[in-house]
Nanobody
Framework: QVQLVESGGGLVQAGGSLRLSCAAS????????MAWFRQAPGKEREFVAT????????FYADSMKGRFTISRDNAKNTLYLQMNSLKPEDTAVYFC????????????????WGQGTQVTVSS
């Protein structure tokens, strides 16, 4: 089992950057595929990006390609999401999640979730 805690959200102007972190408890972090999802008010939770256990494989939702970068530091049990060129439509609560399987993008494929961190992008 793994517990996840996100941080790094906040208010930023359009065009700005933020770096989200997700701290994981437990010694098994390195065995999990990790991902970021987001949920805007009134909308379903949507996939943002995923990374395999070693960090050697990543996959992004089309709208985030080239602007967001997912990474992980297994020595620190931490997942990151670097977000650049932020747009007002990126405003959402961002969640990190863990799964035993790489390559999935549905929320149902992820077993553990953090509580989320709010990102607000002003125009």
């Amino acid at each position: 089992q793994v517990q996840l805690v996100e941080s790094g959200g906040g208010l930023v102007q359009a065009g700005g950057s933020l770096r989200l972190s997700c701290a994981a408890s437990g010694r098994t972090f390195r065995s999990y595929t990790m991902a970021w999802f987001r949920q805007a008010p009134g909308k379903e939770r949507e996939f943002v990006a995923t990374i395999n256990w070693s960090g050697g494989l990543t996959f992004y939702a089309d709208s985030m390609k080239g602007r967001f970068t997912i990474s992980r530091d297994n020595a620190k049990n931490t997942l990151y999401l670097q977000m650049n060129s932020l747009k007002p439509e990126d405003t959402a609560v961002y969640f990190c999640a863990a799964s035993r399987i790489y390559g999935r993008v549905s929320t149902a494929s992820f077993d553990y979730w953090g509580q989320g961190t709010q990102v607000t992008v002003s125009s």
